[in-house]
């Protein structure tokens, strides 16, 4: 069963020479998988194809409910072979799993589908043996591709960076070596993961795999940075993206990343503004950092920000998070808040504010006689000492509201 080792050559068709030797060793199907369980080469089927198997050989990627229950069992956390058990409600066979490692590194996993008569230990000796050679090929990739990786980080640090000179030499070589086109629409999307508890460097695989398929789209081409714990992404677009586009893009991302690293972790994604250059994809990222700290705090954007439906949150939001506390609420928001009907008050001044003022809209959305509203408002008057039919009194209670918004969900940690 050696033989056929010595015989790959090298990249992606060493790997599959590998897989398809194994299998035809051991006359059971194999499957390589990336960290994140996307196939990255299969051998031909043995006639112990599951629902799993096939359904993911048509798809090119396996279902997110099997990505999940995958990486539910730790196995991208094994340091050594086991049996993965199977799932009946799934159609998934028992996989025997070998966690590709090299230098501490997971470069991918590896499976051979394990139902039927037991592995024997010669079957388990060839899949050790062909599991190292994997490993070499899989990490000579690996360091080609950090240099790749570390390449593209310094030229997108540099474009949304704060040095004009070199923002200018990084939108020159982008350009000039084709890794993006200079417009004519551009967005900054930023995404940052707090709270993930999970191995070193996981997190930052998750962030690549969320962004890969954003590389090229049918309207955009695409240049993901990553980091540890965060991500930048910049595309250029051939149409102006429209904001439910964007939204899209970045729901799509959030299922990703929880499809990846689970529930636990806590993800946000912020949307820049649009641009018309390449060259001011700066801007864009100043704002997608904003954008970011917007869907952490605001529980109904549902960990998704966009720069251009913020409104006046982006105000507060330029300031740092040690200054976004209680101390900036207005007192007489605070005394709102305070009273013992101020949950009842603070909906009914919401609505009335957010319908500028108008006592029939917000009689009609809150479903209260009119004499049951002027009551209410003489009430919240009267607590806060503010006259609702000023203008500047109104923006008080109003920017206050928003404040208070900010400060019911404070993140872990700042976003940088």
Not at 20 to 45: F, K, N, Q, W, Y
Not at 56 to 72: K, M
Not at 105 to 114: E, K, Q, S, T, W
Not at 277 to 288: E, M, N, P
Request: proline share 5%.
């Amino acid at each position: 069963m050696t033989t056929w080792i010595r015989r790959a050559r090298s990249g992606g068709e060493a790997l599959q020479t590998l897989v398809d030797g194994l299998a035809e060793a051991l006359g059971r199907s194999v499957v390589l998988d990336d960290p994140l369980v996307r196939m990255i080469c299969t051998s031909r089927h043995f006639g112990d194809e599951d629902r799993v198997r096939v359904r993911t050989l048509l798809q090119g990627i396996a279902d997110d409910e099997i990505i999940r229950y995958v990486l539910s069992q730790g196995v991208a956390e094994w340091t050594r072979p086991g049996v993965l058990p199977g799932r009946d409600d799934l159609g998934l066979q028992p996989r025997y799993c070998v966690p590709i490692r090299e230098r501490g590194h997971l470069l991918g996993i590896l499976m051979v589908v394990a139902a039927g008569e037991p592995l024997t230990a010669a079957e388990t000796e060839a899949i050790d043996r062909a599991a190292r050679a994997v490993a070499v090929e899989m990490y000579a990739e690996r360091l080609a591709s950090d240099d790749d990786e570390e390449h593209v980080r310094g030229l997108v640090s540099g474009l949304v960076g704060s040095d004009s000179a070199l923002r200018c030499a990084a939108h020159q070589r982008l350009v000039d070596d084709g890794l993006l086109p200079a417009g004519p629409h551009v967005v900054v999307t930023s995404v940052v993961v707090a709270g993930q508890r999970g191995p070193s460097g996981q997190v930052a695989v998750a962030l690549r795999g969320a962004l890969e398929p954003f590389r090229r789209t049918r309207t955009a081409r695409g240049l993901p940075a990553v980091d540890q714990d965060r991500a930048v992404l910049v595309q250029v677009f051939d149409r102006e993206p429209t904001e439910e586009d964007l939204e899209q893009q970045g729901r799509a991302v959030v299922r990703s990343l929880t499809t990846f690293l689970g529930p636990g972790p806590s993800v946000a994604v912020g949307v820049g503004g649009r641009r018309t250059a390449l060259a001011d994809a700066w801007i864009s990222h100043d704002q997608a950092r904003v954008a970011v700290r917007a869907a952490r705090r605001l529980p109904r954007l549902e960990g998704v920000g966009d720069w251009e439906r913020l409104g006046e949150y982006a105000v507060f939001l330029q300031l740092p998070d040690s200054a976004l506390d209680e101390s900036l609420l207005p007192n007489p928001l605070r005394r709102l808040l305070d009273d013992s009907a101020g949950a009842r008050l603070e909906e009914t001044l919401r609505c009335f504010l957010e319908n500028a003022g108008s006592v029939p809209r917000t009689a009609e959305m809150l479903e209260l006689h009119r004499t049951s509203l002027y009551y209410r408002l003489r009430q919240i008057q009267e607590i806060t000492g503010l006259d609702l039919d000023d203008g500047a009194h109104r923006l008080v209670l109003h920017m206050g509201l928003r404040l208070w918004d900010l400060l019911q969900s404070v993140p872990e940690a700042a976003a940088r």
